[in-house]
């Protein structure tokens, strides 16, 4: 029964306690996407990302996430090193369970040609999770009138709070084909990878010994630009596999460039402004924003409900905010580069 009492104060099942955290502008927090992006795309990249979700049906879930990785210079021509951290802390639910997770992710990318590289990463992560069950009500709790919170619920814990190392590893292929010359906007990216996470399958359970599944995660990103005209589209799928639960996510973003980037200097500060939508099966329809602005963007996303649990939610899902600083600028074509 414990089990139960908990899924329903919670207002979640169970076994989502022992599921990974999710963004739905995941490349956002690459990271826990996976651990061999950090480098692939460039020389430098900073994401702050927050998600607050279901705040409609219950106390709401907030999660926030801070992303790190630089590349490693080397002399060498065949291929770089990089590092990534990644932090974030997840709130859910009236029991006020707490997550922290800090990972630590090494990589290293093989040069296949001048415009594709091939890169694979390990991940090696602590993590620590509270839960605070002086705030649930148990039904033995009810004298048969009301709540009574003087009645001993007779519930025993094995612990309200523990910590885990994690391990985990991944592979990602990246290529990237510069525009011909500054106004054609002809240029294509391509990014896709397989990863998996919890290889050591640590034990997350407040009651017994329950093993956190493995996660396996793919996905592939293109940037196609529309030639001659200021336009691109950035159609991505991705999918997560976790024990029984399944998440596909797909959809495109499509670009609109505001202002040219000088092709040699920064004399000209570029600009673009993207739309996207996103459907994650069976679960909601996903809008997002995007402002980029030289080394810099922002962007929000916003989830609308249309799981069985819309007449509860009436359609309002999770809103989601990041903003990110990445070097060179993806705009400068002469510093963009493998």
């Avoid at 407040?206 to 995660?217: E, G, T, V």
């Avoid at 990103?221 to 024990?243: C, D, E, H, K, M």
């Avoid at 996103?278 to 996903?286: E, L, Q, S, T, W």
């Amino acid at each position: 029964m414990k089990k139960l009492y908990i899924a329903l104060l919670l207002g979640t099942g169970f076994n989502s306690l022992a599921q990974d955290i999710h963004f739905s502008q995941m490349l956002q927090s690459p990271l826990s996407l996976n651990p061999a992006l950090a480098g692939a795309n460039a020389d430098m990249n900073a994401v702050i990302i927050y998600r607050s979700q279901w705040s409609s049906v219950a106390s709401p879930y907030k999660t926030a996430a801070v992303s790190y990785d630089m590349r490693i210079k080397t002399k060498s021509t065949k291929g770089f090193f990089a590092a990534g951290l990644n932090f974030f802390n997840d709130q859910a639910g009236d029991a006020n369970l707490s997550t922290n997770l800090v990972n630590l992710s090494l990589a290293y990318h093989v040069k296949l040609n001048p415009k594709s590289t091939l890169g694979g990463a390990l991940l090696g992560g602590f993590g620590q999770r509270t839960i605070d069950f002086s705030s649930l009500q148990w039904g033995s709790q009810y004298d048969g009138f009301a709540y009574n919170g003087s009645i001993n619920s007779g519930e025993n814990f094995a612990r309200s709070k523990y910590s885990y190392l994690d391990v985990g590893a991944g592979v990602v292929y990246t290529y990237r084909k510069s525009e011909k010359y500054i106004t054609g906007n002809d240029q294509k990216a391509f990014n896709a990878g397989l990863s998996v996470y919890h290889l050591n399958r640590p034990n997350v359970s407040f009651l017994d010994n329950d093993k956190l599944k493995m996660r396996i995660s793919a996905f592939g990103s293109f940037l196609i630009g529309l030639g001659n005209s200021r336009i691109s589209a950035v159609p991505t799928l991705y999918f997560n596999q976790q024990g029984r639960q399944q998440e596909i996510l797909a959809g495109s973003y499509f670009k609109y460039l505001l202002k040219e980037q000088s092709k040699y200097t920064n004399a000209n500060m570029a600009a673009s402004v993207a739309a996207g939508l996103f459907y994650r099966n069976k679960d909601a329809v996903i809008a997002k924003l995007m402002l980029e602005k030289s080394n810099w963007a922002a962007g929000v996303a916003y989830d609308f409900n249309t799981s069985s649990l819309t007449e509860v939610s009436r359609g309002r899902g999770g809103f989601e905010i990041f903003i990110r600083f990445v070097t060179p600028s993806p705009f400068n074509q002469s510093k963009s580069r493998i």
